[in-house]
C-alpha cells in the first residue's frame, strides 16, 4: 500500500470535518461506506462470473476433444 495514499486521505477528511457539519459528516460516512460495499460486492460478482466462464470454457474444451 502506498502511504502516499493515506496522507491524501487523511488531508481529504480533515478539509471535510472543518466544512461540514456533524451530520452531514455522518450521512457522507454511511454513503461512502455503502459505496465500497457496493463496489466490494461488484467485484465479488465478478470473480464468480469469471471462474464460471473459465469453468464453462474448460469443459466445453475437454468435450469437444471427444
Known amino acids: 500500500m502506498n502511504?502516499?495514499?493515506l496522507y491524501?486521505?487523511?488531508?481529504?477528511?480533515?478539509?471535510?470535518?472543518?466544512?461540514?457539519?456533524?451530520?452531514?459528516l455522518a450521512?457522507?460516512?454511511a454513503d461512502l461506506?455503502?459505496?465500497?460495499?457496493?463496489?466490494a460486492s461488484i467485484l465479488a460478482h465478478r470473480a464468480v462470473c469469471e471462474v464460471h466462464a473459465n469453468i464453462t470454457a474448460l469443459t466445453q474444451d475437454?468435450?469437444?476433444?471427444q
Open 3 to 5: 502511504c502516499s495514499d
Open 8 to 24: 491524501v486521505l487523511s488531508t481529504i477528511a480533515c478539509q471535510l470535518s472543518n466544512c461540514l457539519t456533524d451530520e452531514e
Open 27 to 29: 450521512v457522507l460516512s
Open 33 to 39: 461506506t455503502t459505496l465500497a460495499d457496493m463496489l
Open 62 to 65: 475437454g468435450c469437444s476433444d
